[in-house]
């Protein structure tokens, strides 16, 4: 495994190329089985591992392991749209995530 984090490590930049990235207080576990709706239907996140971080991240944390919704994700993207290669940084941060997890038990 480590080899192969070795090859990816110089090509991290690459991914991260022209944006303008300002941390951001992040829940740092988000995903499905985290998040609730009160009785009286309001949202509801718990169990957090907050973290200062790309906002990205938690999209990418949140579609791991099922789904908050489409209108989550659509009204989220309303805000704050999708910057270029997206999708990439969400893999990259998914193996991130995944790494971490296994490799700190």
């Not at 480590?2 to 090509?11: N, Q, S, Y």
């Not at 988000?30 to 790309?54: E, I, K, R």
């Not at 919704?69 to 969400?90: E, N, S, V």
Request: charged share 15%.
């Amino acid at each position: 495994m480590g080899d192969h984090w070795l090859r990816l490590l110089p090509k991290m930049p690459h991914f991260f190329h022209g944006l303008d990235i300002f941390p951001s207080l992040l829940h740092g576990d988000l995903w499905s089985g985290n998040a609730a709706q009160t009785a009286g239907g309001d949202p509801v996140v718990f169990d957090p591992a907050a973290v200062y971080g790309h906002h990205e991240f938690d999209l990418a944390i949140s579609t791991m392991f099922g789904s908050l919704g489409r209108p989550f994700y659509t009204a989220y993207h309303q805000l704050i749209p999708k910057a270029d290669g997206f999708d990439t940084r969400q893999k990259l941060y998914q193996l991130v995530s995944l790494h971490c997890f296994f490799f700190s038990q």
